[in-house]
């Protein structure tokens, strides 16, 4: 990022910056509370630390090199779903590669809950907020991106099991060495929703349909760029 970062300062032509960082950003609290763009930054874990980093170094190179030049936005949300995604150590996927491969999947913590949510009801978000925030007069802002229900990674496995039938498996892993996660972690959506009216789907239904289509459809063995661009159109349509 601070590569990225050192490199726009001399890009005159660039007006506005968005960087996505997580909502794992925040230092976790003893209450059950949703976190606000306010609360104190912080992690306990590696990948929280980094992103709380990525929002310091963000805030840091606005006040230092491009206060008045050029606006920068941080943006926090997690638990992105939707096809086309392969990367690893991520729930969804590893139950499409437990699929494909015939194969148990190992679950490290049921119980823990996060703010699923679908990857093109984001984007869309992404989008808007760009296009606010270019017509007013504010240089840099913060915006957290999450539906009004956690849920439980339990839950996604039922759902997948009722989906995917006797093609999905999976076990607990009770490896105690596995490495910390946060149990609880819900984030507070108001201030974006106040600003373009955003807000994410929020029955699991909804988000788990699409991307499991998708990735049925990509076993199958179809044409994923037409798949994307129907699947997009439809979005759209359904505004």
Not at 31 to 49: F, M, N, Q
Request: glycine share 6%.
């Amino acid at each position: 990022l601070i590569h990225f970062l050192n490199f726009l300062r001399n890009i005159d032509e660039t007006k506005l910056v968005l960087i996505v960082t997580s909502d794992k950003v925040y230092e976790e609290t003893v209450h059950d509370i949703k976190y606000k763009e306010t609360d104190r930054l912080g992690g306990v874990e590696p990948y929280s630390a980094s992103k709380a980093i990525q929002e310091i170094i963000s805030k840091c190179f606005h006040e230092s090199y491009f206060k008045g030049q050029k606006k920068v936005i941080t943006v926090r949300a997690g638990n992105v779903i939707g096809g086309g995604d392969f990367g690893k150590d991520r729930l969804i996927v590893d139950i499409f590669n437990s699929i494909k491969n015939n194969s148990a999947m190992n679950v490290r913590y049921p119980n823990n809950t996060r703010p699923w949510q679908y990857i093109l009801d984001l984007l869309y978000g992404y989008l808007c907020t760009v296009i606010e925030i270019s017509k007013d007069n504010k240089n840099f802002e913060t915006f957290n991106f999450a539906p009004k229900i956690s849920y439980t990674v339990s839950e996604i496995l039922e759902f997948s099991s009722d989906y995917w039938g006797n093609l999905f498996k999976y076990k607990i892993d009770q490896n105690k060495k596995n490495i910390f996660e946060q149990n609880k972690l819900s984030i507070n959506s108001q201030k974006i929703k106040k600003l373009i009216g955003w807000q994410t789907k929020n029955k699991l239904s909804e988000i788990l349909l699409p991307t499991f289509e998708w990735y049925k459809l990509y076993l199958e063995g179809n044409d994923m760029k037409e798949i994307n661009n129907n699947m997009i159109q439809k979005f759209v349509r359904e505004l």
